[in-house]
């Protein structure tokens, strides 16, 4: 088998909500921001630190960080990649911002160009189009809405790739899968 053993796929972190209401977006440093996480998705990447840390559950510590390219003037703004970027740090992997959302097709490529494990953070409207693209088998799931809380596991065998879910537990309100 050529490519990575497993593929988990993960959504940003919790964002404010299209109202511009509380809870606000913020950036690293504080500074109010639309296209940022919430504090809540502030802390659920930090959480992702210690969650991705060990193998558990299917989920293996990455080797290669993808997340979708900041469009901060349109509607993906950075959650993205801010969700991975505290755990790339942490693991000193390089975080790949290089493809954009709506360019899943080319994400999976690059996905199944590499080797070991492999973590996404994307946009959740979009991870079943990169599950398809990496070849799963009648595959016909959605991301849910409201949930921030999932781990996608796409695992390479022999006989093609296995799909499974997690809930991460990270944080008082996530739910099982």
Partial sequence: ???PSLVMLIRHGEKPPPSGEAPLGVTADGTKDKHSLTVRGWTRAGALIGF????????EP???IYAAMADT???HGRRASETVTPL????NIPLDLSIAVGNEADLATAILAD????LVSWEHHNIPVIVRALGVADFSLTWPDDRFDLVWICRQTP????????GQHLLGSDKEP
């Fill in 52 to 59: 991705f840390a060990t193998a558990h559950d299917g989920v």
């Fill in 73 to 75: 003037g349109g509607p």
């Fill in 1 to 3: 088998m050529t490519g």
């Fill in 115 to 118: 080797e070991g494990v492999v």
């Fill in 62 to 64: 990455p080797t290669k």
């Fill in 159 to 166: 006989g093609g790739w296995n799909f499974s879910q997690i």
């Fill in 88 to 91: 790339a740090e942490a693991a």
